[in-house]
């Protein structure tokens, strides 16, 4: 394969750093032409103060990222408030993007951009973590295969404890707190499984002790015909992120995932219990091993590079992410649902 000529427009989302050093992690796949540096933006922002990631790449202004001889794609990691309208700077410029979550406050202006990208053809990439996860993925074709049945509950958390004040400041500077900073990746996973809700039910609170405007402990319920998805944040639980839980039950079968990820040398775990088998697994309990992971974005970025040469059609559609969108701004209380 030849090597995709990429930079990056940003520091300060909070994936920033972690995305240039998945970029890095596959040199054979991607040549790093340089990084704009946005840490001047006036958006609401947690990351960006430290630089190291960087170390040894060129920085750009983003005019000057836009005129290197040969550049192929971007990725875009500023502030949330300024994803969607750099997005759409590259999209006039017909760069294909791998662009962070999420998807912005204004509905109509994401429509914009995803749709201007589907009528030019330019490959877009909603960079929601756990498109990569091969648990999300392998559970995604378990109920497509009707392995666990008719769904009727999904449980998803995305707590942590992370940040201190400094993190819960950042919260409330954005309308929907932690559910719209966070939960989006959740959304994006329960709409590619369920579809589109009857409902969508917010609770967006403050944990006790913090500011009210802080939005750090956050609640949100998806109604289906037969089923209810809860997915829940707070920044406050203690040692949270090996807390974080996916649990899918269906008539047929459950499945429970905790934690979500992991990168720390041992293998990803899955329980599965099972009432019926299918081709691949008998009646009864199993541990699915996934295997160990040593990075988050490694799977996404890979399949970008075949988006953007042509390989593969893009797993995710347009009208995917604008309804994961829609959903998302209905469940941090910035619109009102219509069924």
């Not at 970029?23 to 040549?31: A, G, I, K, N």
């Not at 006039?92 to 791998?98: A, K, Q, V």
């Not at 309804?323 to 941090?332: G, K, R, T, Y």
């Given at each position: 394969?030849?090597?995709?000529?990429?930079?990056?427009?940003?520091?300060?989302?909070?994936?920033?750093?972690?995305?240039?050093?998945?970029?890095?992690?596959?040199?054979?796949?991607?040549?790093?032409?340089?990084?704009?540096?946005?840490?001047r933006?006036?958006?609401?922002?947690?990351?960006?103060?430290?630089?190291?990631?960087?170390?040894?790449?060129?920085?750009?202004?983003?005019?000057?990222?836009?005129?290197?001889?040969?550049?192929?794609?971007?990725?875009?990691?500023?502030?949330?408030?300024?994803?969607?309208?750099?997005?759409?700077?590259?999209?006039?410029?017909?760069?294909?993007?791998?662009?962070?979550?999420?998807?912005?406050?204004?509905?109509?202006?994401?429509?914009?951009?995803?749709?201007?990208?589907?009528?030019?053809?330019?490959?877009?990439?909603?960079?929601?973590?756990?498109?990569?996860?091969?648990?999300?993925?392998?559970?995604?074709?378990?109920?497509?295969?009707?392995?666990?049945?008719?769904?009727?509950?999904?449980?998803g958390?995305?707590?942590?404890?992370?940040?201190?004040?400094?993190?819960?400041?950042?919260?409330?500077?954005?309308?929907?707190?932690?559910?719209?900073?966070?939960?989006?990746?959740?959304?994006?996973?329960?709409?590619?499984?369920?579809?589109?809700?009857?409902r969508?039910?917010?609770?967006?609170?403050?944990a006790?002790?913090?500011?009210?405007?802080?939005?750090?402990?956050?609640?949100?319920v998806?109604?289906?015909?037969?089923?209810?998805?809860?997915?829940?944040?707070?920044?406050?639980?203690?040692?949270?992120?090996?807390?974080?839980?996916?649990?899918?039950?269906?008539?047929?079968?459950?499945?429970?995932?905790?934690?979500?990820?992991?990168f720390?040398?041992k293998?990803?775990l899955?329980?599965l219990?099972?009432?019926?088998?299918?081709?691949?697994?008998?009646?009864?309990?199993?541990?699915v091993?996934?295997?160990?992971?040593?990075?988050r974005?490694?799977?996404?970025?890979?399949?970008?590079?075949?988006?953007?040469?042509?390989?593969?059609?893009?797993?995710?559609?347009?009208?995917?992410?604008?309804?994961?969108?829609?959903?998302?701004?209905?469940?941090?209380?910035?619109?009102?649902?219509?069924?």
């Amino acid at each position: 394969m030849k090597k995709i000529k990429i930079g990056q427009i940003g520091v300060c989302h909070e994936h920033a750093s972690v995305k240039i050093n998945t970029l890095r992690l596959l040199p054979d796949v991607f040549e790093l032409v340089g990084v704009v540096d946005d840490r001047r933006s006036t958006a609401v922002k947690f990351a960006g103060g430290d630089l190291t990631p960087y170390d040894g790449l060129k920085w750009l202004t983003e005019e000057e990222l836009f005129a290197q001889p040969g550049l192929q794609a971007v990725t875009i990691e500023t502030p949330n408030d300024d994803l969607v309208p750099t997005a759409i700077r590259c999209m006039e410029r017909g760069l294909p993007m791998h662009m962070d979550k999420p998807g912005g406050r204004d509905l109509a202006l994401f429509k914009h951009l995803v749709d201007g990208c589907a009528a030019r053809k330019i490959p877009f990439q909603m960079g929601y973590m756990f498109r990569g996860n091969p648990a999300f993925q392998w559970c995604l074709k378990a109920v497509r295969s009707g392995w666990l049945g008719n769904i009727f509950e999904f449980q998803g958390n995305m707590s942590h404890d992370y940040g201190g004040e400094t993190y819960q400041n950042y919260l409330a500077g954005f309308p929907g707190g932690i559910m719209f900073n966070l939960g989006c990746h959740l959304i994006d996973f329960a709409v590619a499984l369920l579809g589109r809700p009857e409902r969508v039910i917010p609770f967006l609170k403050s944990a006790p002790g913090d500011p009210a405007n802080s939005m750090n402990n956050c609640l949100a319920v998806l109604e289906y015909p037969h089923a209810t998805a809860t997915l829940r944040a707070c920044s406050r639980e203690v040692n949270g992120i090996s807390q974080r839980r996916l649990k899918i039950c269906g008539t047929k079968g459950t499945v429970d995932l905790c934690p979500l990820e992991r990168f720390d040398g041992k293998p990803l775990l899955m329980n599965l219990t099972l009432s019926e088998g299918n081709e691949d697994y008998p009646a009864g309990t199993h541990v699915v091993d996934f295997g160990v992971k040593r990075d988050r974005y490694e799977a996404q970025l890979l399949e970008f590079a075949r988006l953007v040469n042509g390989e593969m059609v893009n797993p995710y559609s347009r009208e995917h992410d604008y309804l994961v969108q829609e959903v998302l701004l209905a469940a941090s209380k910035q619109t009102q649902w219509r069924p």
